[in-house]
């Protein structure tokens, strides 16, 4: 069984920056496509940022040129940089690990809190 542990969280004020990480327990992040997600008080997860395993990422709008996500397949451990943050950043963040070819797999980390201040 992988586990993902996540790291980073914290509390921040607006317009500041923090880094969160998340390690694999085993060596999966050369064969997943791996993801940050959010979740804040009374609304559902949501996508912020995921990279393929040929390192194509995709954004969330309303993170778009704040967050940068990255990996590093050789520590087992993706990262995410946000910049800029907003108080509607705040939420607790998810590390998610997906593959949806044989063999399928769906991995979720226990979650970081992230809480900017105005």
């Known amino acids: 069984q992988v586990q993902l542990v996540e790291s980073g969280g914290g509390l921040v004020q607006a317009g500041g920056s923090l880094r969160l990480s998340c390690a694999a327990s085993?060596?999966?992040?050369?064969?997943?496509?791996m993801g940050w997600y959010r979740q804040a008080p009374g609304k559902q997860r949501e996508l912020v940022a995921r990279i393929t395993r040929s390192d194509t990422t995709n954004y969330a709008d309303s993170v778009e040129g704040r967050f940068t996500i990255s990996r590093d397949n050789a520590k087992n451990t993706i990262f995410l940089q946000m910049n800029s943050l907003k108080p509607e950043d705040t939420a607790v963040y998810y590390c998610n690990a997906v593959r949806l070819v044989f063999p399928k797999y769906d991995y979720w980390g226990q979650g970081t809190q992230v809480t900017v201040s105005s």
């Open positions: 085993g060596s999966i992040l050369s064969t997943s496509t």
